[in-house]
C-alpha cells in the first residue's frame, strides 16, 4: 500500500511537472489553427445571443445593467449557492436578464477556480450545493499563483469534474483558457484542463479570446471562431474583452474591436457571445452589441 501511494505521487508530481511545463512553452501560439476554419459558415445566425460575466456583483456593479434594453444572459460569481441566489434575486426585476448563472468560486487559499488543480474537498463542497437543474459557469483555470495548489487532489478532482459534468442537468457553460494552445490541445488534456464540449450532454465551451487595444488580428479572431463552429456548433461560445470600466491598468479592449469580433462573429455561424464583465457597460460598448444584434 505504502508503495502505491509512493507509485501515485510521484506520477503526480511527473503530470504536474509536464503539464505547466507545457503549458509555460506552449509550441507555437495558434498554430493548430491552420487546419481548420476553412469552410464557410453554412448559415447566419438570424439572432445572435449575448452574456456578460461578473466576477465581483456588488450592487454598484450590477447597476450597469440598467442601461441593458436587449436580452442578456449574466453569470455572477460567488463562494456558495447561497451568497449567489441573494446577488441573483437582486435582478429578478430587470426584464432583460433572461438567465442568470451560478459562477462559483473557491477561497484563494482553495485556488479560487473549481479546476483539477485546486482543493478536492473544496471543489466538492462548492459542487455539492448547486441544484440539479442550475445552469452555471464553471470556471476551468489553474488556481492562482502561490496559493492553493493540491496536485495530490488532481486525479481524484479530474473523475469528479468528469462526472458532474455529465449527471448535471442544467447547461454548464466552461470557461477555458490557453486559447493560444488551440481546440483539443494534448497538453491541456494531459493537464486536465481541455473542454471536449460535444461528449457531455448540457456544456458549452465558453473560449477565452479577451485581447486589448484594438484586438486581435482579424483574420486569426475569425479563423478560431470559424474553428470553434466547425467542431462544436452551437456549443462553441467565444468570450470578448475586457470591457473598460475605467478602474486599474487593464488591459482593456476598445469598442472598436468588440464591434468588429461582434460581425466576424455572425459571419463564422457564432450563435452566442459572452463579454467581461458588467462593470465596463457603457454607451459604446453598448452601441457596438446592437450594431451586432441588429445587422
Not at 1 to 22: D, E, H, I, N, W
Not at 265 to 278: K, T
Amino acid at each position: 500500500m505504502r508503495a502505491r501511494r509512493t507509485l501515485q505521487r510521484r506520477l503526480v508530481k511527473l503530470v504536474s511537472a509536464v503539464a505547466v511545463a507545457g503549458l509555460v512553452l506552449g509550441g507555437w501560439p495558434y498554430s493548430s489553427y491552420v487546419w481548420c476554419g476553412w469552410s464557410p459558415a453554412a448559415t447566419r445566425p438570424t439572432a445572435m445571443r449575448i452574456g456578460l460575466y461578473e466576477e465581483f456583483p456588488t450592487p454598484e456593479r450590477l447597476a450597469k445593467l440598467a442601461q441593458v434594453d436587449f436580452p442578456v444572459a449574466v453569470a455572477l460569481a460567488a463562494e456558495s449557492w447561497a451568497a449567489f441566489e441573494t446577488i441573483r434575486d437582486s435582478l429578478r426585476d430587470n426584464p432583460y436578464v433572461e438567465t442568470i448563472y451560478y459562477w462559483p468560486t473557491l477561497t484563494p487559499a482553495e485556488g479560487y477556480y473549481p479546476g483539477p488543480w485546486s482543493a478536492g474537498a473544496a471543489l466538492r463542497r462548492v459542487a455539492a450545493e448547486i441544484p440539479a437543474d442550475a445552469p452555471v459557469l464553471w470556471d476551468l483555470e489553474l488556481p492562482r499563483w502561490n496559493a492553493g495548489w493540491a496536485p495530490g487532489d488532481w486525479l481524484g478532482n479530474r473523475a469528479f469534474i468528469d462526472a458532474w459534468w455529465r449527471a448535471h442537468g442544467g447547461t454548464v457553460a466552461v470557461w477555458r483558457s490557453f486559447t493560444f494552445l488551440g481546440l483539443d490541445s494534448p497538453i491541456l488534456r494531459l493537464a486536465g484542463l481541455n473542454v471536449e464540449a460535444s461528449a457531455y450532454p448540457n456544456v458549452r465551451l465558453h473560449l477565452d479570446m479577451y485581447a486589448s487595444g484594438a484586438g486581435w488580428p482579424a483574420g486569426l479572431v475569425a479563423r478560431v471562431l470559424r474553428c470553434g463552429v466547425e467542431r462544436y456548433g452551437g456549443r462553441f461560445v467565444p468570450n470578448f474583452g475586457s470591457l473598460d470600466d475605467g478602474l486599474g491598468s487593464g488591459p482593456f479592449v476598445s469598442a472598436e474591436a468588440v464591434a468588429r469580433d461582434l460581425r466576424l462573429a455572425r459571419e463564422a455561424g457564432v450563435s452566442e457571445v459572452w463579454l467581461f464583465g458588467v462593470n465596463g457597460l457603457n454607451a459604446e460598448y453598448l452601441a457596438a452589441v446592437r450594431a451586432a444584434l441588429g445587422d
